[in-house]
């Protein structure tokens, strides 16, 4: 099975901040990755699919990048409305999997 | 509207079994995956399943194997999960999600609570 891990854990940022995630695969799994946003109570909710295409309706502050290992997911120009949970999620093979989440909150 | 609204979720005593339920509308049920997603109180996205849009293959966590079974009628547009021999880590919130091309999940229900206690 592919294991996914996330840093940092918990980052404090203020608006207007650049904020970068990392995700790593413990195997290559090409670009089948996805990244969500989660905010306390309500469902998730996909940002970024195939490792770097802006899902539909996202703000384009949000991007992704990498392949095989190493992904990151940027937000450029942080807003009140993204402070939140974010998770990666592998879909190359079977069981798919998530990262433990890295939290966003307010400096 | 694309719509997902679970249910079925109750408190349940550890061995028991349960059936949650994921209505759809708003798109052709019939021509996409779907999956059930779970977070237990306080922690994070756990994937437990994934069915083909004909309901042809289907596939698990590990964690879930041998007890679950996810099924679909795509005549009522309807995403279940049976849930066998329950133990108390089973304890969450469960959602099921419409997947877009490639197996990622583009729509999500607000989700349904199972508790084992």
């Known amino acids: 099975d592919i294991q996914m891990t996330q840093s940092p854990s918990s980052v404090s940022a203020s608006v207007g901040d650049r904020v970068t995630i990392t995700c790593r695969a413990s195997q290559g799994i090409s670009n089948s990755l996805a990244w969500f946003q989660q905010k306390p109570g309500k469902a998730p909710e996909l940002l970024i699919y195939?490792?770097?295409s802006l899902q539909s309706g996202v703000p384009s502050r949000f991007s992704g990048s990498g392949s095989e290992t190493d992904f990151t997911l940027t937000i450029s120009g942080l807003q009140p409305e993204d402070f939140a949970t974010y998770y990666c999620e592998q879909t190359r093979s079977f069981p798919h999997s998530f990262g433990p989440g890295t939290k966003v909150d307010i400096k | 509207e694309v719509q997902l609204v679970e249910s079925g979720g109750v408190v349940v005593q550890p061995g028991g079994s349960l059936r949650l339920s994921c209505a759809s509308s708003?798109?052709?049920?019939?021509?996409?995956?779907m999956q059930w997603v779970r977070q237990a109180p306080g922690k994070g996205l756990e994937w437990v399943s994934l069915i083909s849009w004909n309901g042809g293959d289907a596939f698990y966590a590990d964690s879930v194997k041998g007890r679950f079974i996810i099924s679909r009628d795509n005549r009522e547009n309807t995403l279940y999960l049976q849930m066998n021999s329950l133990k108390v880590e089973d304890t969450a919130l469960y959602y099921c999600a419409k997947e877009r091309r490639g197996f990622y999940m583009e729509v999500w229900g607000k989700g349904t609570t199972v508790t084992v206690s």
């Open positions: 708003g798109f052709t049920f019939g021509s996409y995956a």
């Open positions: 195939a490792a770097s």
